[in-house]
């Protein structure tokens, strides 16, 4: 059974930062493509920055430069560090595991909530 489970969100103030993590079991972890979205209220899910199993990084353009993606193949965890938050990054963040060119291999987690006050 596939798990991807979400920590690390909660209340920030503007400015502030915090540290999500995504740890996945029931995958080879190592082989999967690892991002983060995120989907505020009344709007569409949307891609925040992804990771592939070489490490290779993406991002929205409009969040380079104050979130970053980042693996530990050891404990199967994506994390998503993101400062100078602001409160339009509001919203619920959510892990997907994707396997390269299998759409069948594809999962994701329940989600974490963020908040940022202003």
């Known amino acids: 059974q596939v798990q991807l489970v979400e920590s690390g969100g909660g209340l920030v103030q503007a400015g502030g930062s915090l540290r999500l993590s995504c740890a996945a079991s029931?995958?080879?972890?190592?082989?999967?493509?690892m991002g983060w979205y995120r989907q505020a209220p009344g709007k569409q899910r949307e891609l925040v920055a992804s990771?592939?199993?070489?490490?290779?990084?993406n991002y929205a353009d409009s969040l380079k430069g104050r979130f970053t993606i980042s693996r530990d193949n050891a404990k199967s965890t994506v994390y998503l560090q993101m400062n100078s938050l602001k409160p339009e990054d509001t919203a619920d963040y959510y892990c997907?595991?994707?396997?390269?060119?299998?759409?069948?291999?594809?999962?994701w987690g329940q989600g974490t909530q963020v908040t940022v006050s202003s």
């Open positions: 997907n595991a994707g396997f390269p060119g299998d759409p069948g291999h594809d999962y």
């Open positions: 990771i592939t199993s070489t490490g290779r990084t």
């Open positions: 029931g995958i080879f972890f190592r082989l999967y493509t």
